[in-house]
């Protein structure tokens, strides 16, 4: 059977990925991947960056508009070969909303798509990561409690998702990112459960597209972002959703592509989407 492939959520020198635009897009095309679309890390508010420790390995003195212009060029010399857009991964930081409304007003224009993600819960006056490690996971465990931490995230998710600000919810479940072996918390205990199902209802109602994400592989949970009976929750209220293996580096490009769009045939889809001008586009698998 012949896959048509399509990879929504890829990183390059343009943020925090390891290979240069171009170098992405010969790997894609070398994989066999009809469309991919770019989306570096947009920037991150000077007064937050200031205020964490953890910003990520970011160049915010980054030429963005020469980013951009050779994202251009790209789909004009690989037209014939694959399909290229641009788009962003912007975080939802809890007290930054009015900022990031701002940013999303002044440069919608600019992208296919904009990826809303959740990296940071604030508790306090502390912005805590959910890419951290294993230790500080066991700390918020033993201090604050998963309960409280894993329900604040959600809350975060709904907020977002309410905002409108964006075509696609990234990584739906990262905060299961060390919990393997359930050595954190139980996907199928109530609490947690019920927290998920009404992130679910208000994507439903925002109709907001999900991704299938499969960096969670290459996580300490050894699992695509969501789990699978949360990809069958979304089928049932007719959740769009795309697939993504959000690369960083060389070799990530088509990682575990299949493995997804196996995944999303099981729980009943039909078709993912991609993205023009942040509009959904279906294609059928």
């Known amino acids: 059977m012949k896959h048509i492939l399509i990879n929504s959520h890829v990183h390059s020198t343009g943020s925090d990925g390891k290979l240069a635009p171009e170098d992405m897009v010969k790997e894609a095309i070398a994989a066999g991947i009809s469309y991919i679309c770019f989306c570096d890390h947009y920037k991150r508010p000077e007064a937050f960056r200031k205020l964490s420790s953890h910003h990520g390995p970011f160049n915010y003195e980054f030429d963005y508009g020469a980013y951009v ?34 940013e999303i ?8 798509q904009i990826i809303g993600s959740v990296h940071y819960v604030l508790f306090g006056k502390e912005y805590l990561s959910i890419n951290t490690t294993p230790e500080k996971w066991m700390e918020i465990a033993n201090g604050i409690g998963m309960k409280e931490f894993v ?37 199928q205990d109530e609490w947690y459960k019920k927290e998920v199902l009404k992130t679910l209802d208000e994507a439903a109602k925002a109709k907001i ?3 299938i994400n499969t960096h969670g ?19 049932k209220r007719n959740i769009p959703i795309t697939i993504s293996s959000d690369a960083h580096r060389t070799g990530e490009i088509n990682d575990k592509l299949i493995e997804a ?3 999303a045939r099981k729980a009943g889809y039909k078709s993912i989407m991609k993205f023009k001008d942040r509009k959904m586009i279906e294609v059928k698998i």
């Open 261 to 263: 769009f196996a995944l």
């Open 151 to 187: 329900g604040k995230y959600y809350h975060l998710l709904r907020v977002m998702i309410k905002s409108n600000f964006f075509t696609c919810l990234g990584h739906l479940d990262m905060v299961k990112i060390y919990n393997k072996d359930s050595r954190l918390f139980n996907e």
């Open 105 to 112: 007003k002044d440069h919608k224009k600019l992208y296919d």
């Open 69 to 102: 212009n050779e994202i251009r060029g790209l789909q004009k010399k690989y037209k014939d070969k694959i399909e290229i857009s641009l788009g962003t991964e912007m975080d939802w930081l809890e007290g930054y909303e009015e900022w990031t409304a701002n």
């Open 209 to 211: 597209c999900i991704e």
């Open 217 to 235: 592989f290459k996580k300490d949970v050894g699992a695509q972002y969501p789990s699978e009976w949360i990809l069958k929750e979304m089928k």
